[in-house]
């Protein structure tokens, strides 16, 4: 089962901007992890940024800092960059071809925001018929306040995982994932120590 890693919106504005990601503890350094082994086991990495069109755009807007990729995720090697403009991955975007040129057939979600562009971007996967699996702890949320209502980011994050289980994804646990996924590699590459990292 050929997998590509989706690395989702993984931008400035979600640590200094006005949309900080508080829930689950660790989920950077856990988008980092998989990174690494994506890297180690030879499978695609998919860097995706979001950009809000317009001057008055309320946050990613283009060329600001808070727009551009985390530097620790954008200095990491990746297949692809995407660019999109909705929630959704696959919308107005080259993905879906980009997966099935290049034979994958299961995706795997990491990023921000649970509840919105990786819940989104699962959903499209799983209507078009790619597996799917979303990282309980290397996906993350924050509090949310609106007219219908307010929910922690730790509520809002386990409603996300609890519908996705239901038919969309199969989720999993960062760690859960690296031994689904790991394979050891050659003694004269890199390799992944005890924990599961790359070293």
Not at 41 to 62: E, S, W, Y
Not at 130 to 158: I, K, Q, W
Request: glycine share 6%.
């Amino acid at each position: 089962m050929k997998r590509a890693l989706l690395v989702i919106d993984v931008q400035n504005e979600y640590f200094v901007g006005k949309l900080p990601i508080s829930y689950p503890s660790n989920h950077l350094s856990n988008i980092l992890r998989v990174m690494d082994v994506a890297v180690q086991q030879n499978m695609p990495i998919i860097l995706v940024q979001h950009t809000f069109a317009g001057d008055d755009a309320p946050f990613f807007k283009r060329d600001s800092y808070e727009w551009q990729l985390h530097p620790e995720v954008g200095d990491r090697h990746s297949d692809l960059q995407l660019e999109k403009n909705y929630p959704g991955c696959f919308t107005g975007t080259e993905l879906e071809a980009w997966l099935r040129s290049h034979g994958i057939e299961t995706v795997v979600i990491a990023g921000y925001m649970s509840h919105m562009c990786c819940d989104t971007t699962a959903r499209q996967a799983m209507h078009l018929d790619f597996a799917v699996e979303f990282l309980s702890d290397a996906t993350g949320t924050l509090p949310v306040s609106n007219g219908a209502g307010s929910v922690t980011g730790e509520e809002m994050h386990r409603s996300i995982l609890v519908a996705q289980q239901m038919m969309i994804s199969q989720v999993m646990t960062t760690d859960e994932w690296v031994d689904r996924v790991y394979v050891p590699a050659r003694l004269d590459a890199p390799h992944l120590s005890e924990d599961r990292t790359l070293v």
